[in-house]
């Protein structure tokens, strides 16, 4: 079994609003995850596949500091390997603070931190923040091998204004001595919407998620990583799920997806996103004539295939609200 991971949202509710975001807005929260469900989850999967690997995201998982610390003791105690988090650092408006709060991580279990940082976040928290947190990084020894940031772009060498001012961003990161690891941005969720029609230059898909994404979670050999919120959803992409925990345990969700996927994972495996979109048309969809790449091609054919299979193209959060765009992929 290929299985080592779960990347857990503690929760969908953010403290931003960026525009690229994987996940829409919802007028009503779906909760947050409890450390007793975390717990029972990563246990079900001990006789199984035990989990080795364990990130804390949401949303903005500081917005529920004392659940990301216990839930990172937690991940300790069952013997993870690799326990980290992510963060925008909305919170850390003095070195003090993010020293206190990432010596409390720290002392619980975890290995490293993301820090997120580009044009977007950058509009809503001061990039002062993000230095008192780097400098907190290197102080607790939490950078592990990793850049300090993930700085999403539409592409690096599209000329856009959030690309500049990325750049800028860049640099002042690079100026106070630490890396910064610049990656395009992900065109499905609310990245959808960013994505220039001049871009588009993709007719026909030709690769397989394997084979375009190195953190590729679609794989022949079944997921790596599977990515969950409290919905309960066991996603292999963003939108793309297994099945809901509430149906059936994790365990036999990651087999069925080794052994018997469901049709939106096997269309996947056999035929890549040109599989969906052929899927797609044969309902009615009207393909535009280019895309981005296979990532923006799929999206797009997903979002019209879930009024067809929802069950298996969930959460609602990664996709838009069908009372307000057109169905037009």
């Known amino acids: 079994m290929r299985f080592r991971g779960i990347i857990f949202n503690l929760t969908y509710d953010c403290s931003l609003n960026c525009p690229h975001c994987f996940y829409y807005p919802q007028k009503r929260s779906r909760g947050v995850f409890t450390l007793s469900r975390l717990h029972e989850i990563v246990h079900s999967m001990s006789a199984t596949a035990p989990v080795q690997e364990l990130h804390f995201t949401g949303g ?33 408006k003095d070195v003090q603070t993010a020293r206190a709060r990432f010596s409390e991580l720290k002392a619980a279990g975890l290995d490293w931190f ?11 928290v001061p990039l002062e923040y993000v230095k008192n947190a780097a400098q907190v990084r290197v ?31 860049v640099e002042q990161i690079r100026s106070w001595g630490h890396g910064a690891s610049m990656h395009n941005s992900m065109p499905y969720g609310r990245g959808h919407d960013l994505v220039p029609e001049a871009f588009c230059k993709m007719h026909r898909g030709k690769l397989k998620c394997w084979e375009f994404l190195n953190m590729s979670f679609v794989h022949p050999d079944g997921p790596r990583t599977i990515i969950m919120g409290p919905d309960e959803n066991a996603m ?47 309902k009615g969809w009207q393909r535009k004539e280019a895309y981005q790449n296979e990532c923006h091609l799929c999206y797009c054919a997903r979002d019209y295939l879930r009024q067809y299979e929802p069950d298996f193209l969930q959460p609602n959060e990664c996709y838009p609200s069908w009372t307000q765009l057109a169905r037009s992929g």
């Open 60 to 92: 903005e998982p500081f917005l529920h500091f004392d659940l990301l610390r216990d839930a990172i003791a937690m991940a300790k105690d069952i013997g993870a390997r690799r326990i980290t988090c992510s963060t925008s650092c909305y919170w850390a």
């Open 114 to 124: 993301l820090i997120s940082a580009d044009a977007f976040h950058q509009d809503q």
């Open 139 to 169: 102080e607790l020894g939490l950078q592990g091998n990793d850049d300090l940031s993930v700085v999403v772009m539409i592409d690096p060498d599209y000329e856009h204004p959030f690309n500049t001012r990325t750049r800028e961003i």
């Open 236 to 282: 292999v992409c963003y939108g793309v799920s297994l099945g809901n925990l509430r149906d059936k345990p994790l365990p036999q969700l990651v087999r069925e997806a080794e052994e018997n996927p469901n049709p939106i994972i096997k269309t996947l495996l056999e035929k890549g996103a040109e599989g969906l979109a052929a899927r797609a048309v044969a």
